[in-house]
């Protein structure tokens, strides 16, 4: 299973002609692309099943919400894939952006909510050490890179600013990503490299998924 790179010429063309007579002019060629799209999604998913357990792959629509917004363009000019584990008890996801000259794998927790968010910061506060030890492994590393995200400036409320794990827990997105060429997305062994990322980024979302499945007592909340 292999990515097109029309897909790439597709969406720096409707970059350049947004508007709906120009998409609907050329609406077949992106259902085509589209329906390519899916089926590489579904195939990540059949693959990812034999390691992962994913319930659900999700590939968000063209269309914009422009209702809130000041640009009026009515489409994306990218694709945005997203794989869903089974919650409860696995946390986290996956997300493959694919737009020309941004491309990148990305995985974590991008919107926590306020009781998740607390879960974690109440983790890291008592032992933040299994954290380190797992993102700062070369085989975790070497393929993600450093921990990203936005951050409180100096500490998040409760927290002194001195505490031995203030750089975590200022974090109140913990993301990862992998950027990517058009050329490594639409080479044959992608859907390969990106199952092999994704393999290397377990150990992170199986920690995560231990602490916001359990209470501060490490008792099952599920």
């Known amino acids: 299973m292999q990515l097109s790179p029309d897909i790439f010429t597709f ?11 120009w998409f609907e002019e050329h609406k077949q060629d992106f259902k085509s692309l589209e329906s390519g799209v899916k089926q590489f999604g579904e195939a990540l998913k059949e693959q990812l099943n034999q390691h992962d357990n994913i319930d659900r792959f999700k590939l968000f629509r063209i269309y914009r919400d422009v209702r809130f917004s000041k640009d009026k363009t009515p489409y994306k000019t990218h694709f945005g894939l997203t794989w869903h584990r089974t919650k409860p008890r696995l946390r986290g996801g996956y997300y493959l952006h694919l737009k020309p000259k941004e491309i990148f794998l990305a995985c974590g927790f991008w919107d926590p909510n306020p009781a998740d968010l607390k879960r974690i910061r109440q983790e890291l506060a008592m032992d933040g050490d299994e954290y380190r030890n797992i993102i700062n492994v070369p085989k975790f590393k070497n393929v993600w890179g450093a921990l990203q995200g936005t951050a409180v400036k100096t500490a998040p409320k409760g927290y002194v600013k001195d ?53 501060a007592n490490g008792e099952s909340i599920i």
């Open 163 to 215: 505490h031995p794990n203030i750089d975590l827990l200022r974090f109140k997105q913990h993301l990862f990503s992998i950027p990517y060429t058009q050329a490594e997305a639409t080479a044959p062994d992608f859907l390969q490299r990106l199952d092999d990322a994704l393999k290397a980024v377990r150990p992170f979302l199986d920690y995560m998924s231990s602490v916001l499945t359990t209470d």
């Open 11 to 21: 969406f720096t063309k409707l970059e350049q002609n947004n508007q709906r007579a």
